[in-house]
C-alpha cells in the first residue's frame, strides 16, 4: 500500500516519538493523534508530530489504516473494547505500546472476534524519565528491542506490514509469545523496580535511626536504587497486568535470600565466596555489557594522552551530539594512556565525531 493513514492515540512520549518514526521513513503518510490535554495536542501539532490531532478518541478511528494505542495499559484496554464498536477500515491493523503484553492481548482477542481487525501487541522496549509530547524524540528506540507479540488476529502479513510502516524508528524487531514477554520482563524489569523501591524503603526507614545512612548512600547504592524514581502510576499498572509472574519472581527471592541468610550464619566462607563469585560470572555472561542488550552502538575509540583536559576537549567538539556512553579504558602501552570509547545513536553521530576530533586534535581516531 502506497499511502497510509496512521493514527496514534496518546501523543505522550511513545506514542509522539512512535509518530516522529513513522514520519522519517514515510513522509507522504498522514499521521493523525488523539490527545486528552489541549497542551500535547499543541506541541504535537508545531513539531510537526501529527498532522491532524482530536480530543475524542473515536473521532479518527474510522479513517485508519494503522492504529496504535501509546496509552496507559487500563485505557489501552478500554481503547480495544471502544474500537470494537466503531465502524473501523476492514482489516485494519491494531497495535498498541503497552509494557505488558496478555492482559492486552486477551482484551484484543475477547473484542475483535469475528471482527475484520488484524491485531498485534507491541511492547517498545525504550523509554526514559520524561513524558508528554514534548519528550517526544525520533531517536528514541534506535536499536532498541521492539518487541512484537502475535495473536489469533494476526495474520501472516500483519508483522510484516507493521515493521514496514516502523521502519524508521530504527528498532530491532522481535516477535515472541506474549505470556513469554510477561514472564521475561517480570525477571529482568518488573521485578527489579519492587527491589529497588523496597530498597528506598528500607534505606529511608533505617535512616530514621542511622543518620549517617543518607551521607553515605553512594555508587552501589546509587546503582541498585535509580529506578526508584520511575514514575509510579505505570509501575502500578504494569505490577497489576502482571501479578502471576510477579509474585512468583519475589518468592523465589525470599528463597534466594534465605539461601545466603543460611550461609551468613554457618559462617560458610566457601559458599558465600561462591556465591558472589556465581553472580559475578553470570553477569559477565549476559547480554548486560552490551548496553540493553544492543551489541551495535555507533563507537569511535580515540587514543588519548594523560593530560590535563583532554576529555573536556573532545566533549566541547562533541557539543550538540547526543552521545549514548562514554568510558575510559586503560592501556598498557608506552605511547597511549588510555583509550576514550564514545558511544552514539547512530552512524552519523559516528562518522561526525571522528571527522571533528581529528580535524581539531592531533589523537587518533578509529572506527571498529
Ligand atoms: P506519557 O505519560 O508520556 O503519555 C501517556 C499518554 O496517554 C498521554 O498522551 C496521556 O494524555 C494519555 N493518557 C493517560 N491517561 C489517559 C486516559 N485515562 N485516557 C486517555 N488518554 C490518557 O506515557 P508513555 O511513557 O508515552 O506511556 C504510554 C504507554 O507506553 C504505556 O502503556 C506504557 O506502559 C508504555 N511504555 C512506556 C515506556 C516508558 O518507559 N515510558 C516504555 C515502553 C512502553
Redesign the pocket.
Known sequence: MGHKVIYVA???????SIALGIKRDHPDYTILGY???EK?RQIALERGIVDEVTDD?AHFAPRADVIIL???????IAFIEELAHLSLKENVLIT????TKLEIVKAAEASFANQAVRFVGS??????HK???S?ADVNLFENAYYILTPTALTTDDTIEELRADLSGLHARFITIDAAEHDRVTSQISHFPHVIAASLMEQAGDYAKEHEMTNHFAAGGFRDMTRIAES?AG?WT??LLTNKEAVLERIEDFKERLDTIADKIKAQDDDGIWQYFNHAKTIRQEMEIHKRGGVDSFYDIFVNVPDEEDVILTILELLRGTSLVNLRINEENRDDIHGILQISFKNAKDQARAQKVIEANTPYKVTIQ
Not at 96 to 99: K, Q, R, T, V
Open positions: 496518546g501523543l505522550g512520549l511513545i506514542g509522539g490527545n486528552r490535554s500535547s478518541f501509546a496509552v496507559p495499559i487500563k485505557q489501552t498498541d505500546a503497552g509494557s511492547h517498545p522496549m525504550a523509554g526514559s513524558s508528554g509530547a519528550a514514575e505505570m499498572s504494569i
